[in-house]
Structures are given as C-alpha cells and as structure tokens.
C-alpha cells in the first residue's frame, strides 16, 4: 500500500514541474507582481519617512497630550529665521522689514507671528519696576553707603548721623589720609536671569556688571583667532536689539552685519509635509529677494530646526547608504561561500525581491516609515537571504543524487519547507512579542519586520526556483571541507568537545560581566556627529547672548492653562523653589508676571524707587569717580519712573513670545532648567519635578521636546525588559513544538541558553571596560531578532542531523553547518551598513547585532556539534 503524501511532498511534486514547463511564464508572473508591489511604494499612497519620535508614543502620554495641546493653541516652539547678511546695516534693516511684510502677505495660513526688532527701550524706562523690593532697599543703601564715604574723603568734620557719634577733629595726618575704598555689590549678574526679568530688561542693567571695553573696534586685530570678539561690538547702540551681531572680520578686515527674520510657524520642523511645503515658500521667497539688485554683495540663508531636511534627509540617506554596504559586503559573502558568481547573483536577487512585499505591505498599512523601519530593507536583506541561502545550498548537495533539475529543485524544496516554516515561525514570534509593547516604534518594527521574514521565506520557496530554472541551473557545490582532511569523526567530536567544555567555563565567567550590562543614559551618545564642516562655513550666524554674557541654548518646558491667574501662581511657585528651596535643577522661567508684575508690588517697589531717586540726585554723587560714578548716572537715569505700567504697555513683540493663535496671553509659560541635557537621569528628574501642575483642581498641560524623549527612554526601558521575557517563553515554546523529543528540545535549549549567557557577558565586559555596547533606545529592537535568529541555526542543524541516518559530523558541518555560517555571516553584513551611519544611535544596532549574531552563531556550532556527536548519537 502506497504511503500518503504528506502536505508539502504534494505542493512540492505540483509547483516545481509546473514551473518548469512555464519557465518564462513563470518569471513574467512574479515581474509583474513585482511592479505592482512598487505602484504603493513609490505613488499611492507612497513611502514617506515620519522622523517625529513623539508620533510613536502611546496618544495618552501626557507630553504627547500636552504637545497637541501647544500645537493647537501656540503653534510650533521650533526656531524659523530667514538671516541676512550685507556690508551695509542700513540694508540689513531694510531687508528685515521687507521679508517680514513678504511673509505676512504670502504665507497667511502658516505662521502665527514674525519678529525683527527686540526694542527695549521700555524695559530701560522701567527696569527698577522688575527688581523686588529687597534688591532695590539694597540700592538704596549701597547710595546712602556712597555718600558717607565721598563725605568722609571730601570733609573734614562729618558727623556720621546713622551711627549717631560725633567724629573728633582730626589730627593732620588722620585728615590726609584717604580712607579705605569699600567694595560695593549692587546686585549679583545673574540675579536678572533668576528673576524671570526678559533679556530686554536685563540689558538695561549693563553698567552695574559688565563694564564697556571702548567703543572703537580695530577690524584688523580683531580678525586674530586669539582676540576675543565682541560680535555686538560694531553696532550702533539703537540697533543692538535689531541685529544679531557682526561675524569676526576676515583678513582683509571687513566688517559684516548679520540680521534676522524670526517667524512661528503653526507645526513643528518633524512635520515631513508642512517642512516640505514651508521650504518650498522659503525657496521661493529667496529667490525673490536675491533677484534684486543691491548696492553691496548681500546674502540670505534659511537657519534654525527648520533649515532643511536635516534631520529626515540624514536618516534616509542612512538607510540607502548602509543598504548599499550591506548588499555589497553580502554579495563578497555569497561568493566565498559558494565559489561561484551566478549563486550570489540568485540569492540577492530572491531577496531584494522579498523586499518589495515588505514595503509595499509597509506602505498600505503604516503609510510611512518611522526611525526604526526606514533600516527594514537592510535588516531583511540580512535576514531573509539565509533562506534563499538554505534552499541554493540544500540543492547544490542533492546535485549528485539525483539525474534532472526538476528532480533536484523538488527534493531541495520539500526537505527545506519544514525547517523554513519551524524557523521563521520561530523568528516571526520573536518579532512579534514586540506587539505587547507601549512603544509604538517596537510594534510597528516588529510587524514589518515579520512580514519582511515571511516574505522572504515565501520568496525562496516560489521565487528562487524560477530564478534558478531561468538561470540555467544550479552552481557546483564547493568541495573543500571547512575542518582537516585528515581529522576522523572521533577526533572531530573530541574537538568540539573540548571547545564546548572552554565554553561552559566561559559562561561561568560570563555570569560576573552579566550583571554589568547597561542601559545608555548619555543622549549624546544616541545623537548625530556633525560631519558637514563645510556647510558651516556658508551658514550666517544667529546665536544671541544674553546681557549677561550667557548663550540661549536650554530647550524650555511650556506650561498651558486655561486662566491666567494660574499661570500667576505658577510663578509665585516657582520663584519659592527658586529663592527658598534653591532647587539647583531650576534656571529661570516667563509668564506674563514676568513682563507684569502685580500692581501692588508696582506701587511698592515705587516707594523705594523714588528714595533711590532723591538720593540719586543729590550734589555729593556729582564727586563720584570710576564705577561708583557710572552706577549714580545710571540709577538716575532709571529711577525717573513715577507710574506702574500694564500689559497693554508692554511692547507687542514681548507679548508674542506668549501669545496664543487666538491672539490671547498670559495661559501659557516657559520654564527653563538647569542641568547637563545629555543627562537622561537628570531630565527624567527635571521632568518629575516640572512636568506635573495642578492649580485650581486642574491638571496644567506641560510640553517640552526633551520630556518626549525622556518618555520615550522610559518607555523602551520599561517594555525591553518585559519583551526580554516574552521573548524566551516564545522561543522555549517554539523548540517544544519544533523538536517535541525531550532530548532535542534540552539540546536546543543547552545551545540556546549558552549563546545568551556568552552574549551577555561579552556585552558587559565591553560596558565595564570601555563604556561600550549598552542598550539603547535604538539598539533595543535587536533583541528579539538576535534571539530569534539565534535559536534558527539550531534548529537548522539539529533537524539536519535527526533527518538523515548516514549524515557523519562533517558532513553535518560541510553541508547545514556551511549553510548556517553562510547565513549568519550575510546576517551580520546586513547589519554592517549600520557601522557606517553619522548617527550613533543608529550605529548601536549595528554594534549590538553584529556581536550577539555571530555569538549566537558560534556557540550554536559549537554545542549542537558536540551535542549531535556525543548526546543525540543516531541509531
């Protein structure tokens, strides 16, 4: 009695001879299948990269919430500046107005506000308004100090009325000695920035802690790198808050005025679309205003977050890039592997052919790719040849043993499809753990990347015999042995034996490093290095300082409420964690009481200010000398006020750094920390600390981009451990399924087992001895496919072995072994490209893949050779 087929003897005797007699048919199926896949790739709805990690957090993080929330209400906090650069200041100051005027014209829909001129003339008029009472009670009595000292230099007889004692005539020496000068402090340099004041109000306190350094600029020496340059230091005082500043003069000398047009845009510069549409109006803007004629060479520049598509155009090109490098570096693996030029030529082409699926399948379900699929293409040409590779290699062995092609091609197909469905299985689940993760970067990775697998399984199985019959058959299989000639199996297995047992003693090593692996919490280390030195060279500068000689840089925390008088008690908060609670992770923060303060500490602040104002002016000061002399001209000049002011007369400008797009302020506030923002420890403190408000009983909204990351590490540090677990249960469960046999599966799992210890300890001696190696937000997704593709090799080699009664250990290791490193090696070369990216976050998945793989690699030869020769011994 005949025995029954089994399920993939029958397709196996079906397809192959069909294929075969419609060879050229066959191939016309699968191209045109092949430009259909490309129509959603390329056209609708198409492939587009989204490079905004916020769009991959769970909708209900309240920082994604939050920044909706600003989005909606403030428009985009990203910097937008149109920069200008001309001899002629007088024309930078013109072009201002001019391209503000264009922008308000012809880009109505896309802006909430422009900006070209910081005066602040009122912040001078009003400057001792913003001092609390205590700083200005110290003015005071710094002046009342003063005045007794000029007496006592310029008299004689002074009676020294606070003290209430009368001074003896002095003797003649007493009388010509100068008394002692007393060093006075009017208040500390960054008492201004503490206080909220704005840079505007600061300024106005100059004199009393940055003294001026002359008003002639010699260009010549100050084009000396070992000068320091001053880049205010040739404008004119009435255009200090309209230009940015000057760049250091060149050899010639030439002094060149550098201004800018700040605009806020309604979306922010991650938004792929709005950026694209924006960068098109700036092309065109641009070109509008250097077709003119001016009378001095002048040149314009985009700067800011939104001056290309720095961010979105570097990951793409990375990923076209390292798909390139893999895709070579794997072609060179191939042909050392099968000694052969059309082998190569067949598996890279199954496997770029497996790509179009995925991406198609990509397109149609996601519609983009985010920073952690737009890699997919070369994780998958790494991951998926070791299929094409299985059946190509599978075949060469069956050469011999059988007359035809036909025969050949389905012998190799249906011995390979239990293996490929139990491996794939096993590397699909893997993946797709990742769907119990919060991340939406993790579960959107592992559904492509499981669909990549499976495609590429699919295409070695119905693809790649197509390739092959068309081709003209199958390369010869190499002859050489990868182990001596003359080695017999006895001395093989005691080869592998002794390695098996060096490794057990390494393992046990391995458990002291273990404990030192790591999660990376220095963000610099996940950021791009800067390699575009030249481009900097064309770029106009925009940095501003603060009065207080301190740069701008700290991203700020945005606080929204519904009511003003929330954001008034944000303030009082604050300024008690400030000045009580002196909370060193607090730098400085804005609301609208920043540019108001109440009326009634107004109307005190007054009281004093006229006191300073009628000591100010009386005669003695007029005997002042040096800094004392400066500071009493200048108090005289600020304490003029006489009247508490309000929001309407404040300068409008100041007013839209709060202004919402309804035209409303004084609901939102800007808190600035202080602390190293390469810190992920210190910003998730920061973030604790600042993120959270309730007033009123209400919950205010709190939006920064550094608390989006923040979330996102703690997202993916949370889910990496939880998806680690997950991840062995699944594969525990796929060796029970796969082997059933209780000897096969410890086999397995002996294996297994010892690739994840050796690779963990590697990963933590790397960590402790060279900060190397740590985990990452971005390196994290290689877990699960290094464990997945770990537990493949074997499972290739186990089932080779229990499959064929006459296979000898070097067989083993000539035919499923040479396939398994073949498919590893390609693995790890898909990774490679990784190596090569300017951005070392992206370079980490790199680092981590190419050492836990060829760790899996190795430990798998290692144990299942030793274990199929000593343990799992054939009958």
């Not at 920035?193 to 002359?214: I, M, N, T, W, Y």
């Not at 579960?443 to 990347?449: D, I, L, M, R, S």
Request: proline content about 4%.
């Amino acid at each position: 009695m005949a025995t029954k087929k089994t399920i993939p003897e029958r397709f196996s005797n079906w397809y192959i001879p069909l294929i075969c007699r419609h060879q050229y048919k066959a191939l016309a199926f699968y191209l045109i299948l092949a430009l259909l896949f490309a129509i959603p790739i390329l056209f609708k709805p198409g492939l587009k990269l989204d490079a905004d990690l916020s769009h991959l957090l769970p909708e209900g993080t309240p920082s994604v919430k939050a920044l909706e929330e600003s989005y909606q209400r403030f428009g985009s906090t990203d910097k937008f500046m149109i920069a200008i650069q001309s001899e002629d200041l007088n024309l930078v100051v013109a072009l201002q107005d001019s391209i503000a005027e264009y922008i308000h014209k012809n880009w109505q829909g896309d802006f909430v506000s422009t900006q070209v001129d910081n005066d602040n003339q009122f912040f001078k008029d009003n400057a001792l308004l913003y001092l609390p009472v205590k700083h200005l009670e110290n003015i005071r009595d710094n002046l009342e100090d003063l005045q007794l000292e000029i007496g006592r230099k310029n008299g004689p007889l002074v009676v020294d009325l606070l003290s209430g004692n009368s001074a003896s005539v002095t003797d003649s020496a007493t009388a010509n000695a100068a008394p002692a000068k007393k060093k006075r402090v009017w208040f500390d340099e960054n008492l201004p920035q503490e206080l909220g004041l704005p840079d505007e109000a600061v300024s106005a306190f100059d004199a009393f802690f940055k003294k001026s350094k002359g008003d002639t600029i010699d260009a010549k020496a100050a084009s000396n790198e070992e000068v320091e340059w001053d880049s205010k230091s040739t404008i004119p005082s009435e255009l200090k808050n309209r230009l940015v500043g000057s760049p250091r003069p060149d050899s010639t000398g030439k002094i060149l005025y550098n201004g800018v047009v700040n605009a806020k845009l309604i979306k922010p510069s991650t938004d792929y679309e709005f950026v694209t549409h924006i960068l098109a109006r700036t092309d065109s803007l641009l070109a509008y205003f250097s077709s003119k004629t001016y009378p001095v060479p002048t040149r314009f520049t985009v700067e800011g977050t939104y001056e290309g598509l720095k961010e979105v155009d570097e990951v793409a090109n990375d990923s076209i890039f390292s798909f390139g490098i893999s895709l070579v570096l794997i072609i060179f693996l191939t042909i050392f592997f099968f000694r052969s030029v059309k082998g190569p030529i067949l598996v890279t082409a199954s496997v770029l052919y497996a790509c179009l699926p995925t991406l198609a399948f990509t397109a149609l379900f996601y519609g983009k790719l985010n920073p952690f699929t737009v890699f997919v293409a070369s994780i998958i040409l790494g991951i998926g040849i070791d299929y094409s590779i299985h059946i190509l290699g599978t075949s060469q062995k069956l050469l011999h043993k059988y007359a035809t092609l036909e025969e050949v091609l389905e012998h190799a197909q249906r011995k390979m499809l239990k293996p490929f469905v139990l491996a794939s299985f096993t590397t699909i689940a893997a993946f797709l753990t990742l769907l119990a993760a919060h991340f939406r970067g993790f579960y959107e990775f592992g559904v492509v990347a499981s669909m990549g697998v499976l495609f590429s399984m699919l295409t070695s199985v119905l693809v790649l015999p197509v390739f092959i019959k068309c081709m003209g058959g199958i390369p010869k299989a190499p002859e050489n042995s990868l182990l001596p000639k003359s080695w017999d199996e006895a001395k093989i297995l005691k080869f592998f034996k002794y390695v098996a047992f060096a490794s057990f003693a390494l393992g046990a090593v391995s458990i002291w490093f273990a404990q030192d692996v790591d999660f990376e919490h220095n963000l610099r280390n996940l950021r791009r290095v800067s390699t575009n030195v030249s481009a900097s060279k064309n770029k106009i500068s925009t940095k501003v300082t603060r009065a207080t000689g301190k740069a701008v840089t700290s991203t700020p925390a945005a606080v929204m409420g519904s009511k003003p008088e929330q954001l008034d008690k944000l303030y009082d908060t604050l300024m008690v964690r400030l000045h009580v609670e002196h909370d060193s992770t607090l730098g400085s923060f804005l609301t609208l009481k920043s540019f108001v303060p109440p009326k009634d500490s107004q109307e005190a602040r007054l009281e004093i200010i006229e006191e300073i104002r009628d000591l100010a002016e009386a005669r003695v000061f007029d005997r002042a000398e040096g800094e004392d002399s400066v500071n009493v001209a200048n108090l005289r000049k600020l304490s003029a006020v006489e009247n508490t002011f309000t929001a309407e007369d404040v300068p409008s400008w100041t007013l839209d750094l709060l202004r919402e797009k309804d035209g409303s302020y004084g609901k939102i506030g800007f808190i600035y920390g202080d602390f190293p923002s390469w810190d992920a420890h210190a910003l998730h403190r920061f973030q604790e600390r600042y993120g959270h408000w309730n007033f009123d009983g209400e919950d205010l909204r709190t939006f920064s981009s550094q608390f989006i990351l923040s979330d996102v590490i703690d997202s993916v540090k949370k889910d990496s451990f939880r998806l680690a677990l997950v991840i062995i249960l699944v594969i525990f469960g796929t060796l029970v399924i796969s082997f059933r046999k209780p000897k096969l599966f410890l086999a397995g799992c002996i294996s297994f087992g010892m690739g994840t210890l050796l690779t963990l300890g590697l990963l933590g001696f790397l960590t402790d001895m060279f900060e190397f190696g740590k985990i990452s937000i971005y390196n994290v997704i290689v877990i699960p496919m290094a464990l997945g593709i770990g537990i493949d090799s074997t499972i290739h080699m186990i089932t080779s072995w229990m499959s064929d009664k006459n296979l000898t250990l070097r067989q083993l290791m000539d035919t499923t072994g040479r396939n398994v490193m073949a498919s590893s090696t390609t693995t790890i070369a898909g990774f490679v490209g990784f190596l090569f990216t300017t951005h070392r976050g992206l370079k980490g998945i790199g680092d981590l893949a190419c050492i836990s793989i060829a760790m899996f690699l190795i430990t798998s030869i290692i144990f299942t050779m030793y274990l199929c020769g000593s343990w799992l011994k054939k009958k």
